[in-house]
């Protein structure tokens, strides 16, 4: 089962040429690889298309289903990369790859802490510092979790929390030789309160010296 459907069309002419062409027209490149299939370069609808991107950040890291008009029928895909325009910041090029349910894949999906509220250090005045943000995981194509929820109720002040600390729904691991850190809650720095240094001091005293000497000289002549 898949959670997005989007219709497309077979892309018969290719180069650059040809995409700015379909970009002008309202419509955005892609290609099906994978699956031990031909790839097959395809175009969708520039506005529907994008509208999901923006509005769905589950749209990265769920099973989708692209309908190819004609003779291609479905395919069932994952979302593998995005070319952005660096300038406007806007999709330029989809790629997509082919899957089964059944297939182990591996993905980058957000991290959502929770109860951050409850967490113990939080009340004492730390802060949360997020580490990482996204976690490679790797899992069947069709339990693919919109994000790892990371509980911070226990937590306490000045406590780092590393990838072995974390407990991963059943299926699902992430593959790391280091035990890296995701998040940690820090005691908030203070500012540093102004102080008058010794030189400072010094540099006062001696203005007040040279002045009352000029003072004393100035008597004197008069």
């Given at each position: 089962?898949?959670?997005?459907?989007?219709?497309?069309?077979?892309?018969?002419?290719?180069?650059?040429?040809?995409?700015?062409?379909?970009?002008?027209?309202?419509?955005?490149?892609?290609?099906?690889?994978?699956?031990?299939?031909?790839?097959?370069?395809?175009?969708?609808?520039?506005?529907?298309?994008?509208?999901?991107?923006?509005?769905?950040?589950?749209?990265?890291?769920?099973?989708?289903?692209?309908?190819?008009?004609?003779?291609?029928?479905?395919?069932?895909?994952?979302?593998?990369?995005?070319?952005?325009?660096?300038?406007?910041?806007?999709?330029?090029?989809?790629?997509?790859?082919?899957?089964?349910?059944?297939?182990?894949?591996?993905?980058?999906v957000p991290i959502n802490p929770i109860n951050v509220?409850?967490?113990?250090?939080?009340?004492?005045?730390?802060?949360?510092?997020?580490?990482?943000?996204?976690?490679?995981?790797?899992?069947?194509?069709?339990?693919?979790?919109?994000?790892?929820?990371?509980?911070?109720?226990?937590?306490?002040?000045?406590?780092?929390?590393?990838?072995?600390?974390?407990?991963?729904?059943?299926?699902?691991?992430?593959?790391?030789?280091?035990?890296?850190?995701?998040?940690?809650?820090?005691?908030?720095?203070?500012?540093?309160?102004?102080?008058?240094?010794?030189?400072?001091e010094e540099a006062g005293e001696t203005a007040t010296d040279e002045a009352?000497?000029?003072?004393?000289?100035?008597?004197?002549?008069?």
């Amino acid at each position: 089962m898949t959670d997005y459907v989007l219709e497309a069309e077979l892309r018969e002419d290719l180069g650059k040429a040809h995409t700015r062409r379909l970009r002008r027209a309202g419509k955005l490149p892609g290609i099906i690889y994978g699956g031990d299939k031909p790839d097959l370069p395809i175009t969708l609808d520039y506005n529907e298309t994008t509208k999901i991107m923006l509005r769905d950040e589950a749209f990265y890291t769920s099973m989708l289903e692209v309908k190819v008009k004609g003779k291609r029928g479905k395919n069932t895909v994952l979302l593998k990369d995005t070319q952005w325009d660096s300038i406007y910041d806007t999709p330029m090029h989809l790629d997509f790859f082919r899957v089964d349910g059944s297939d182990s894949v591996t993905v980058s999906v957000p991290i959502n802490p929770i109860n951050v509220d409850d967490c113990p250090g939080v009340k004492e005045g730390g802060k949360l510092s997020v580490i990482r943000h996204e976690l490679e995981i790797t899992c069947r194509a069709d339990a693919i979790p919109d994000h790892v929820e990371i509980d911070c109720a226990a937590f306490e002040l000045d406590q780092t929390v590393h990838i072995d600390d974390i407990n991963l729904p059943d299926g699902m691991e992430v593959v790391h030789d280091v035990n890296f850190t995701i998040l940690s809650i820090a005691t908030p720095k203070r500012a540093a309160e102004p102080e008058e240094t010794e030189s400072t001091e010094e540099a006062g005293e001696t203005a007040t010296d040279e002045a009352a000497k000029d003072s004393s000289e100035g008597d004197k002549e008069s």
